[in-house]
């Protein structure tokens, strides 16, 4: 896989992160204290900056109420 896919693959999974986020009212600060992870953590994911490991993957959906799946998975 090239860089640029690997970009895109990250800027869709922080679009996704977002886009749940916004939907429960939540701000970076609220999904950083509701998953265990910093705020500007959780800012860089969202900009598609931060390689997310499994485990705060786990963690972030969580927080978010959904399964992880629900943050990989094209047909979102």
């Known amino acids: 896989m090239s860089a640029n896919p690997k970009a895109k693959l990250l800027a869709v999974f922080g679009d996704r992160v977002r886009s749940h986020r916004k939907t429960l009212g939540l701000s970076q600060e609220g999904l950083a204290l509701a998953c265990g ?40």
Do not use: H, M
Request: glycine share 8%; hydrophobic share 40%; aromatic share 2%.
């Open 37 to 76: 992870l910093d705020r500007t953590y959780i800012g860089g994911v969202e900009r598609g900056e931060r390689n997310v490991s499994l485990i705060n993957i786990q963690r972030i959906a969580a927080a978010l109420n959904i399964k992880p799946s629900e943050l990989l998975s094209d047909d979102n």
